[in-house]
C-alpha cells in the first residue's frame, strides 16, 4: 500500500488548508488511519484517526478546529484544518494499519501502522 499526501502549503493565522491522502490499497483493508505530524524540533504527534466505524478521535490542540474523514469510494483520507495556528506548522503525514479487523485505534504511538506517506508541510505564519 503506497500513500501520498497533498494539499499543503502556507497559510497566514486563521485560515484554512485541506489535505487529502490518496491510497493505492483498498482503504476499507485498513481499520485504522490517521494523520500524524512533526513539527520542528518537535517529536511525532497524533493529530486525529478515524476508525472502520468512521469514529473519530482528535488531539486536544485540534479539537474543534479540525475534521478527519474517509471516502471509501475514492480510497482517500482527508484532513480539514481550519482555524490554523502558527503552532500547526509541521510536517503532516498520512497514516494506515495492514489489517480491517475491528480494534481500538491508537495515535499515542505510530507503531501501530504500518503504511506511512511521505508528508506534506503545512506553514502558518502569523
Known amino acids: 500500500v503506497q500513500l501520498v499526501e497533498s494539499g499543503g502549503g502556507s497559510v497566514q493565522a486563521g485560515g484554512s488548508l485541506a489535505l487529502s491522502c490518496a491510497s493505492s490499497g483498498d482503504t476499507e483493508s485498513s481499520y485504522c488511519m490517521g494523520w500524524f505530524r512533526q513539527g520542528p524540533g518537535k517529536e511525532r504527534e497524533g493529530v486525529a484517526i478515524?476508525?472502520?466505524?468512521?469514529?473519530?478521535t482528535y488531539a486536544d490542540s485540534v479539537k474543534g478546529r479540525f475534521t478527519i474523514s474517509k471516502d471509501s469510494a475514492k480510497n482517500t483520507l482527508n484532513l480539514q484544518m481550519n482555524s490554523l495556528k502558527p503552532e500547526d506548522t509541521a510536517m503532516y503525514y498520512c497514516?494506515?494499519?495492514?489489517?480491517?479487523?475491528?480494534?481500538?485505534?491508537?495515535?499515542?504511538?505510530?507503531?501501530?501502522?504500518?503504511?506511512w506517506g511521505q508528508g506534506t508541510q503545512v506553514t502558518v505564519s502569523s
Open positions: 478515524i476508525d472502520g466505524d468512521h469514529i473519530t
Open positions: 497514516a494506515a494499519d495492514a489489517s480491517p479487523l475491528a480494534r481500538r485505534c491508537r495515535m499515542e504511538t505510530g507503531s501501530d501502522y504500518n503504511y
